[in-house]
């Protein structure tokens, strides 16, 4: 969708402000020139206000939430309201609401369809919602994680209401999210792995199960650089990060569980292999798989072990010190040359 059509929409929205929010934001109220409702997806409360006609401050159909100091147009409230995920779905929305004919490209084809849940075009979609990490409250998160250098993420995003539903029928709530996408050896997103996050302890949500993936996982991955002849394959997205604070320059890719890792595609390219074990049970079968299925392939595997029960535990508890030793004393030769960071 062009860019001028997207601003005409917000526009047209503008002047009808008010009977936008009475539709879309309905737990809301009219408060002088300003819409009061508590958040984009019409949650009761007083956080969130659109400004209902043109002002020296700002166009009508603008918002800013206080609470969390989003903001944004009414395509953004059709969008939170309704639960959309792909534009072209708000856009449609928003041409039925104020009864404009479609765009010329949306008349030669079908209306798109909402994206099956947990499916691979849901993930992509989900990946093309969110926005890049810098300055952000995944940055801020990985940052009390140790994890500070951030060369080579453009896989990780950042969604600020992430959809969570504890279980099947139980109400959705949002939490912002580290969005990361899963890729297979082509670079086509095939999934996505949400972490949810706390904006006042810098950590995780508390919720019951603050990590998820969605799409299709096996063989693929969350990839860190480019892969050639030489990748480091872990678990978890901290854990690779970890270790990638000291190794900076070498590809690495997290499977996102023991299982997955397990089954991770070798491309044709690759000729040694980094296993970067999680201390338990399941880490060690992993590697164990790994390592025999390297050896049928012809692949050199160099098993590295973390001190405690993974690296993002080393780098929080021993420091970056430690762990550059750590990684010097078990990485070829001819590798710390190339992948580690000079002060390391």
Same mark, same amino acid.
């Given at each position: 969708?062009?860019?001028?059509?997207?601003?005409?929409? !917000?526009?047209?929205?503008?002047?009808?402000?008010?009977?936008?929010?009475?539709?879309?934001?309905?737990?809301?109220?009219?408060?002088?020139?300003?819409?009061?409702? &508590?958040?984009?997806?019409? %949650?009761? @409360?007083?956080?969130?206000?659109?400004?209902?006609?043109?002002? $020296?401050? @700002?166009?009508?159909?603008?918002?800013?939430?206080?609470?969390?100091?989003?903001?944004?147009?009414?395509?953004?409230?059709?969008?939170?309201?309704?639960?959309?995920?792909?534009?072209?779905?708000?856009?449609?929305?928003?041409?039925?609401?104020?009864?404009?004919?479609?765009?010329?490209?949306?008349?030669?084809?079908?209306?798109?369809?909402?994206?099956?849940?947990?499916?691979?075009?849901?993930?992509? #979609?989900?990946? #093309?919602?969110?926005?890049?990490?810098?300055?952000?409250?995944?940055? %801020?998160?990985?940052?009390?994680?140790?994890?500070?250098?951030?060369? &080579?993420?453009?896989?990780?995003?950042?969604? $600020? #209401?992430?959809?969570?539903?504890?279980?099947?029928?139980? $109400?959705?709530?949002?939490?912002?999210?580290?969005?990361?996408?899963? %890729?297979?050896?082509? @670079?086509?997103?095939?999934?996505?792995?949400?972490?949810?996050?706390?904006?006042?302890?810098?950590?995780?949500? $508390?919720?019951?199960?603050?990590?998820?993936?969605? &799409?299709?996982?096996? @063989?693929?991955?969350?990839?860190?650089? +480019?892969?050639?002849?030489? +990748?480091?394959?872990?678990?978890? +997205?901290?854990?690779?990060?970890?270790?990638?604070?000291?190794?900076?320059?070498?590809?690495?890719?997290?499977?996102?569980?023991?299982?997955?890792?397990?089954? +991770?595609?070798?491309?044709?390219?690759?000729?040694?292999?980094?296993?970067?074990?999680?201390?338990?049970?399941?880490?060690?079968?992993?590697?164990?798989?790994?390592?025999?299925? !390297?050896?049928?392939?012809?692949?050199?595997?160099?098993?590295?072990?973390?001190?405690?029960?993974?690296?993002?535990?080393?780098?929080?508890?021993? &420091?970056?010190?430690?762990?550059?030793?750590?990684?010097?004393?078990?990485? !070829?030769?001819?590798?710390?040359?190339?992948?580690?960071?000079?002060?390391?």
């Amino acid at each position: 969708m062009a860019r001028q059509d997207a601003s005409d929409l !917000a526009h047209s929205l503008g002047r009808q402000a008010e009977a936008v929010c009475r539709h879309y934001l309905s737990s809301g109220r009219r408060e002088g020139n300003y819409w009061l409702v &508590g958040d984009a997806r019409n %949650t009761p @409360g007083r956080s969130m206000y659109v400004r209902l006609k043109d002002t $020296p401050k @700002g166009p009508a159909g603008k918002w800013t939430d206080a609470a969390t100091g989003e903001h944004g147009d009414l395509l953004d409230v059709i969008r939170e309201s309704c639960g959309l995920i792909d534009f072209k779905d708000v856009a449609d929305e928003a041409r039925t609401f104020l009864s404009v004919p479609p765009a010329p490209e949306a008349r030669q084809h079908e209306r798109q369809n909402p994206a099956p849940h947990g499916s691979p075009e849901a993930a992509r #979609r989900l990946v #093309r919602m969110s926005q890049p990490i810098h300055g952000t409250l995944v940055q %801020t998160y990985l940052r009390e994680r140790g994890i500070t250098d951030l060369r &080579g993420t453009g896989s990780l995003h950042f969604h $600020p #209401r992430c959809y969570y539903r504890p279980e099947e029928h139980s $109400p959705t709530e949002t939490w912002p999210a580290m969005i990361a996408a899963v %890729t297979d050896l082509d @670079g086509k997103i095939t999934g996505a792995h949400r972490t949810w996050l706390d904006p006042r302890r810098r950590d995780k949500a $508390p919720i019951d199960t603050p990590r998820r993936a969605m &799409g299709d996982l096996l @063989g693929n991955a969350v990839r860190f650089g +480019i892969g050639s002849d030489v +990748i480091a394959a872990g678990e978890g +997205i901290e854990t690779v990060l970890s270790l990638r604070q000291v190794l900076p320059d070498m590809p690495m890719l997290a499977a996102l569980s023991a299982a997955h890792l397990a089954a +991770i595609l070798f491309p044709d390219t690759l000729r040694r292999l980094y296993i970067v074990r999680d201390n338990d049970p399941a880490g060690d079968a992993a590697r164990d798989t790994l390592i025999e299925r !390297a050896d049928a392939a012809g692949i050199e595997a160099i098993v590295i072990s973390p001190q405690l029960g993974d690296f993002n535990q080393d780098l929080r508890s021993l &420091g970056l010190d430690a762990l550059s030793v750590e990684a010097r004393l078990q990485v !070829a030769p001819q590798d710390v040359a190339r992948f580690m960071a000079l002060a390391a």
